[in-house]
């Protein structure tokens, strides 16, 4: 498995309030990436990293936004929970932009359960 | 949108059956990949095709892209126990963003249970 580490690995917390989950790599990948997965929508792109203070937005952004000061760290912010933001969130990472080509292989993280009461 | 359908949602199959998973676009498909995830773990890439009707097989798992590279099929012969876990095909599409870099979308996954 790819060195990539998440934290927490579960978290419950309540609405309202903000959560910041961690991903860190030691594989020195350029590209970074946030997912949620939830039952019967598979894994959807929340936002994503190109390099170092170079993020955009995937298709599920509103309610999220992330930081990469670093190569090795993606943190994503819940900056006032809700409930319709319980999921499992996976990131990923790669050595090579997606790409009308393909995307070369994802690397995913163990992922972080969150439970917003 | 950009998507990609996958089908069935769930299959059952007895242990030593065949199983087979299909991924439709609408739109024609610059490339393919196959992931796989164990119950509680996290997605693990399988394989990439990109080639019009390219075929690829890694030893029981036979991997197909469509003539028209609309569709993709997974097809695992002879299932056993350590083949359970729902399998997701994903392709890359322009971002939503608008940006104009592209993004790996998966489909929904079908989720494999084997009876021993």
């Known amino acids: 498995d790819a060195g990539i580490t998440q934290s927490p690995r579960h978290k419950v917390t309540e609405t309202g309030t903000p959560v910041t989950l961690r991903c860190h790599q030691t594989?020195?990948?350029?590209?970074m990436y946030w997912y949620r997965q939830d039952p019967g929508h598979g894994l959807r792109l929340i936002h994503y990293?190109?390099?170092?203070?170079?993020?955009d937005k995937g298709e599920v952004s509103d309610g999220y936004s992330v930081s990469r000061s670093k190569t090795e760290d993606f943190l994503l912010t819940l900056e006032s929970a809700t409930s319709s933001q319980t999921s499992v969130y996976f990131c990923?990472?790669?050595?090579?932009?997606?790409?009308?080509?393909?995307?070369?292989?994802?690397?995913f993280g163990p992922g972080t359960r969150l439970l917003v009461l | 949108g950009q998507q990609v359908m996958q089908i069935p949602q769930y299959q059952h199959v007895q242990e030593g059956e065949d199983f087979t998973t299909y991924c439709n676009s609408s739109?024609?498909?610059?490339?393919i990949q196959w992931y796989k995830q164990r119950p509680g773990g996290h997605p693990v890439f399988l394989i990439q095709?990109?080639?019009?009707?390219e075929v690829k097989k890694q030893k029981r798992l036979t991997f197909q892209f469509g003539e028209a590279k609309k569709n993709s099929s997974l097809h695992i012969t002879a299932t056993q126990t350590t083949d359970v876990g729902t399998y997701f095909c994903?392709?890359?599409?322009?971002?939503?963003?608008?940006?104009?870099?592209?993004?790996?979308?998966f489909g929904k996954g079908t989720k494999l249970s084997v009876i021993p």
């Open positions: 990293s190109y390099g170092v203070k170079d993020t």
């Open positions: 739109t024609t498909l610059s490339n």
């Open positions: 095709l990109v080639k019009s009707g």
């Open positions: 594989e020195n990948h350029r590209y």
């Open positions: 994903a392709s890359t599409f322009l971002s939503y963003s608008g940006a104009g870099s592209y993004q790996l979308t």
């Open positions: 990923a990472i790669s050595e090579a932009r997606p790409s009308s080509l393909g995307q070369e292989t994802q690397y």
